[in-house]
T-cell receptor, first 115, second 115 residues
Framework: GAVVSQHPSRVICKSGTSVKIECRSL??????MFWYRQFPKQSLMLMAT?????????EQGVEKDKFLINHASLTLSTLTVTSAHPEDSSFYIC???????????FGSGTRLTVV | AQSVTQLDSQVPVFEEAPVELRCNYS??????LFWYVQYPNQGLQLLLK??????LVKGINGFEAEFNKSQTSFHLRKPSVHISDTAEYFC?????????????FGTGTRLLVSP
């Protein structure tokens, strides 16, 4: 079945630095990728939708300059948390979809801790 | 806009007992429906999905769900649970139309299976 690889699984960074999270579709071409944020014991909050070759669409309240999303190819999307602060600490999950009507495959998530 | 309600935040059950996790949705257009399971510090794994056709959908790990359009429900069931089924379960809906079909998630139900 479809597999999405997300890397790294855990990252600890200092406040003020930037962190890049990668999301790769391993055996299919993902026309659309989604980035979610999950707080402890809460549901997933959609941050943005990215389509290959175009700018990401951010959800209301998500700072596009802070959470940079790049979807340069059909198999790779990246989320960069710029100038990270402790409040950015969270679990970030990506999801990929091959096309309209296809299912959604999720990555294994990245636990970001900003100290 | 779509919304998903999972009324039960936590469902305790004994091993080998049956379980039902409730999901109700609201949408002005036709939707796809999904159930995902999340184990600690991991991404989401698809249990089953309803796209069209038979309203009774069978998924992995012995789970099944029934789409009830009149009641706008998509409850998840398993006739006999195992300790290993302890996890967080999320119901989600996606709009059945073209475009960027982002998923809307419920708040999740924690299934706690005890011996």
């Amino acid at each position: 079945g479809a597999v999405v690889s997300q890397h790294p699984s855990r990252v600890i960074c200092k406040s003020g630095t930037s962190v890049k999270i990668e999301c790769r579709s391993l055996d299919f071409q993902a026309t659309t990728m989604f980035w979610y944020r999950q707080f402890p014991k809460q549901s997933l909050m959609l941050m943005a939708t990215s389509n290959e070759g175009s700018k990401a669409t951010y959800e209301q309240g998500v700072e596009k300059d802070k959470f940079l999303i790049n979807h340069a190819s059909l198999t790779l999307s990246t989320l960069t948390v710029t100038s990270a602060h402790p409040e950015d600490s969270s679990f970030y999950i990506c999801s990929a979809r091959e096309g309209v009507g296809y299912g959604y495959t999720f990555g294994s998530g990245t636990r970001l801790t900003v100290v | 806009a779509q919304s998903v309600t999972q009324l039960d935040s936590q469902v305790p059950v004994f091993e080998e007992a049956p379980v039902e996790l409730r999901c109700n949705y609201s949408s002005s257009v036709s939707v796809y429906l999904f159930w995902y399971v999340q184990y600690p510090n991991q991404g989401l794994q698809l249990l089953l999905k309803y796209l069209s056709g038979s309203t009774l959908v069978k998924g992995i790990n012995g789970f099944e769900a029934e789409f009830n359009k009149s009641q706008t429900s998509f409850h998840l069931r398993k006739p006999s649970v195992h300790i290993s089924d302890t996890a967080e379960y999320f119901c989600a809906v996606g709009r059945m139309n073209t475009g960027f079909q982002k998923l809307v998630f419920g708040t999740g139900t924690r299934l706690l299976v005890s011996p």
